[in-house]
Nanobody
Framework: QVQLVESGGGLVQAGGSLRLSCAASGRTFSNYAMGWFRQAPGKEREFVAAISRSGDNTYYADSVKGRFTVSRENAKNTVYLQMDSLKPEDTAVYYC??????????????????????WGQGTQVTVSP
């Protein structure tokens, strides 16, 4: 089992930047493909970004492509989400998620919430106009 703790959320003006971090504890971090999801008030949780176990492959939702960057440092058991050019519609609780896939290709990414076994508690991101 792995425990995930997000940090880095907060209040920022439109056009600003935030960097979210997700620290993992427990089993071998490189066995997990990682993802970021978000949920705005009154809306369903949606996929934001994913990164493969190796970190060599990433995938983004169209709504954040070109503005957000996902990365990971396996030696630090941490995944990041760099968010630039933030918009008010990016306001949401952001969740880090881990998919235990030790036998899959280490370049594979996962975009469905059902693919993920473990979730963090979430961190609030609020973007003011």
């Amino acid at each position: 089992q792995v425990q995930l703790v997000e940090s880095g959320g907060g209040l920022v003006q439109a056009g600003g930047s935030l960097r979210l971090s997700c620290a993992a504890s427990g089993r071998t971090f490189s066995n997990y493909a990682m993802g970021w999801f978000r949920q705005a008030p009154g809306k369903e949780r949606e996929f934001v970004a994913a990164i493969s176990r190796s970190g060599d492959n990433t995938y983004y939702a169209d709504s954040v492509k070109g503005r957000f960057t996902v990365s990971r440092e396996n030696a630090k058991n941490t995944v990041y989400l760099q968010m630039d050019s933030l918009k008010p519609e990016d306001t949401a609780v952001y969740y880090c998620a881990a998919a235990f896939r030790p036998y899959s290709r280490n370049t594979r990414v996962y975009t469905e919430s059902n693919d993920y076994n473990y979730w963090g508690q979430g961190t609030q991101v609020t973007v003011s106009p």
